[in-house]
């Protein structure tokens, strides 16, 4: 109940957030500056971006998040024996899907009007998905490999990489045309809102290492007192 009652409110916000963009700011000079970005970009193009943008999008499409969601969920269930991790990293995807869809049914964003480098989905513009995902999909990686192996050699190196992620996949959409800075600012802000929320839900009350249940210490037993 208080995952579906932080989906709906977080739901809320990113609808009013959407909508006021779309009816107030769109036709303004914080509209020209969003577009401006992506025509900067367009400018800007080379065969070599091209390619290193089409890898940072498909880090998020969503063939690629389900596979990596598969896969890690395989490797936490082998890893620690349980399926507490691997129910928090599924719900972190599922529930930024929905939201996500829930919202662009609310905003109808228009993607921005420049050449774009990818099919353009039915969805909306507004918030970016494949951000979204990212927040959620490799920060919810980054947070368990934290949480269950913290005191690793590289574990803080890889967890640094995997929360670079987002950025490049931000960036990537916004260089290819297919959002608006806004629409990829949106998506990181509805992805962190989620991922907060999951992970404040699934963690605080688990503190576990390593597959482990760190336990409190025992107290002394109780025994008659002699008369």
Not at 19 to 47: E, K, P
Not at 138 to 166: M, N, Q
Request: charge should be positive; proline fraction near 6%; include cysteine.
């Amino acid at each position: 109940m208080w995952l579906l009652g932080g989906a709906a409110l977080i739901w809320g916000a990113m609808s009013l957030l959407g909508l006021l963009l779309t009816h107030i700011v769109d036709r303004g000079s914080v509209h020209r500056a969003d577009l401006g970005v992506n025509v900067w970009f367009v400018h800007r193009r080379t065969s070599l971006v091209n390619d290193a943008t089409a890898f940072g999008t498909g880090m998020a499409e969503t063939m690629t998040v389900l596979v990596v969601t598969v896969l890690a969920v395989l490797v936490l269930r082998w890893q620690t024996k349980r399926w507490y991790e691997a129910i928090m990293l599924g719900t972190a995807i599922v529930g930024e899907l929905v939201i996500f869809l829930a919202t662009t049914a609310i905003v109808p964003q228009r993607r921005p009007a420049v050449h774009k480098l990818d099919p353009a989905p039915p969805t909306s513009s507004y918030p970016s998905g494949h951000t979204a995902a990212a927040v959620c999909l490799y920060g919810c990686l980054a947070i368990l490999l934290l949480w269950l192996y913290a005191g690793r050699p590289g574990a803080k190196v890889i967890a640094a990489v995997l929360f670079c992620v987002p950025v490049l996949v931000a960036l990537s959409r916004v260089y290819r045309g297919m959002h608006y800075p806004s629409d990829v600012l949106a998506g990181a802000l509805l992805g962190v809102l989620w991922l907060s929320l999951v992970t404040r839900t699934f963690l605080p009350h688990r503190p576990w290492r390593h597959g482990a249940i760190r336990r409190s210490p025992a107290r002394p037993a109780r025994g008659r007192v002699a008369h």
